[in-house]
T-cell receptor, first 109, second 113 residues
């Protein structure tokens, strides 16, 4: 089945730094989704991308749908302590979602 | 989006027992899903809860172990049967909205001793 390769696995950054993470697939996706999961919570949808080349922002977050439709990236600018959590990329496969392994983000204040 | 609640939020159970998890959505939805998230892992789909018919299970998950009910378009239950410590996970329900987005409940944290 389809698999998503997400990197990096984890990041430990200084408050105020920018963060970049990405997701790649061996097959084409028509939609890319980015979620954040806080400790003890369910994943929350951050950004949804529907068109190749699309660049979408949500506050300090920016995500892009790669033009090959096989990759996507998420950037966080000027990180703050509440950005801590696990970030997942996901894409639809039939009726279900396929998830990346997640990127654990830790922020030093 | 959608407002989704799950009960219980967490539980500690003895091996060999069963636990039923409830998922309630604030509006009618066609598609509801149940996921498992093992410690330190990503999300894995258990099954699609179909209203009025049997759930559709993913490879590696069976109805005898994870029976699912979907009596209407706003509610579903997942039972984890004959539990063992390997069933210790977070169990999440989700609903599908427009354009293939899914929204998740807060999860049920299960520890099996």
């Amino acid at each position: 089945g389809q698999q998503l390769n997400q990197s990096p696995q984890s990041m430990f950054i200084q408050e105020g730094e920018d963060v970049s993470m990405n997701c790649t697939s061996s097959s084409i996706f028509n939609t890319w989704l980015w979620y954040k999961q806080d400790p003890g919570e369910g994943p929350v949808l951050l950004i949804a991308l529907y068109k190749a080349g699309e660049l979408t922002s949500n506050g300090r977050l920016t995500a892009q749908f790669g033009i090959t439709r096989k990759d996507s990236f998420l950037n966080i600018s000027a990180s703050i302590p509440s950005d801590v959590g696990i970030y997942f990329c996901a894409g639809p496969s039939g009726n279900k979602l396929v998830f990346g392994a997640g990127t654990i983000l830790r922020v030093k204040s | 989006s959608a407002v989704i609640s799950q009960k219980p939020s967490r539980d500690i159970c003895q091996r060999g027992t069963s636990l039923t998890i409830q998922c309630q959505v604030d509006s009618q939805v066609t598609m509801m899903f149940w996921y498992r998230q093992q410690p330190g892992q990503s999300l894995t789909l258990i099954a699609t809860a179909n209203q009025g018919s049997e759930a559709t299970y993913e490879s590696g998950f069976v109805i005898d172990k994870f029976p699912i009910s979907r009596p209407n378009l706003t509610f579903s239950t997942l039972t984890v049967s004959n539990m063992s410590p390997e069933d210790s996970s977070i169990y999440l329900c989700s609903v599908r909205r427009a354009q293939e987005t899914q929204y998740f409940g807060p999860g049920t944290r299960l520890l099996v001793l």
